[in-house]
Nanobody, 120 residues
Framework: QVQLVESGGGLVQPGGSLRLSCAASGFTGRIKNLIMRWCRQVPGKEREFVAR????????MYGDSAEGRFTISRDDAKNTLYLEINRLKPEDTGVYSC???????????WGQGTQVTVSS
């Protein structure tokens, strides 16, 4: 059974840092072969793309709001996707979810999300 479990969220003061984790299990083969993304959901708004890491090459792409302060990475040996966020701002608040899929596949998998709240 495929499962994605996020962790690492919490209440952080503006200017702080967080590293979110997404533990993947149940996938056939290495997670390096998956396209994996982080997205953010804020109540009343559509889910927003934050960052993506490509299958194979591990090239990365970021949403407009994430450029410069967010870093997506993964540890293939630990089957874990990460999102490091620096210089946190109140507008970074939301539920961060990870997503994984194979290129060309019909099925996309999502985790339950982890809440990040940036407030003083």
């Amino acid at each position: 059974q495929v499962q994605l479990v996020e962790s690492g969220g919490g209440l952080v003061q503006p200017g702080g840092s967080l590293r979110l984790s997404c533990a993947a299990s149940g996938f056939t083969g290495r997670i390096k072969n998956l396209i994996m993304r982080w997205c953010r959901q804020v109540p009343g708004k559509e889910r927003e793309f934050v960052a993506r890491i490509e299958s194979g090459s591990d090239s990365t792409m970021y949403g407009d709001s994430a450029e410069g302060r967010f870093t997506i990475s993964r540890d293939d040996a630990k089957n874990t996707l990460y999102l490091e966020i620096n210089r946190l701002k109140p507008e970074d608040t939301g539920v961060y979810s990870c997503n994984a899929y194979r290129r060309g596949a019909m099925t996309s998998y999502w985790g339950q999300g982890t809440q990040v709240t940036v407030s003083s």
